[in-house]
Nanobody, 115 residues
Framework: QVQLVESGGGLVQAGGSLRLSCAASGSIFSINTMGWYRQAPGKQRELVAAITTGGATNYADSVKGRFTISRDNAKNTVYLRMNSLKPEDTAVYYC?????????WGQGTQVTVSS
């Protein structure tokens, strides 16, 4: 089992910045890719950004150039730096870890961007 604990969400004005953190514990040896997904009201959950243990990254087109995902393997923690936030970035952000047999999810953290 893998446990994911997120932190760092909140309310910010458009143009502002936030940093999300996700700390993993448990059977972390089984994890390769970690990432962030988000779900806005009435919409499907979507990938925001992902990073492998080797540091390869993948971003949604809507956040490229504004968001940066990074990973501290020694701390088993993944970060999402979000700059130039827009109201359309408002959503619950979920940390995800892909294990050998299943995906793991954090509890979610709310990000609200006011216009």
């Amino acid at each position: 089992q893998v446990q994911l604990v997120e932190s760092g969400g909140g309310l910010v004005q458009a143009g502002g910045s936030l940093r999300l953190s996700c700390a993993a514990s448990g059977s972390i040896f089984s994890i390769n890719t970690m990432g962030w997904y988000r779900q806005a009201p009435g919409k499907q959950r979507e990938l925001v950004a992902a990073i492998t243990t080797g540091g390869a990254t993948n971003y949604a087109d809507s956040v490229k150039g504004r968001f940066t995902i990074s990973r501290d393997n020694a701390k088993n923690t993944v970060y999402l730096r979000m700059n130039s936030l827009k109201p359309e970035d408002t959503a619950v952000y979920y940390c995800n870890a892909k294990g050998m047999l299943r995906n793991y999810w954090g509890q979610g953290t709310q990000v609200t961007v006011s216009s």
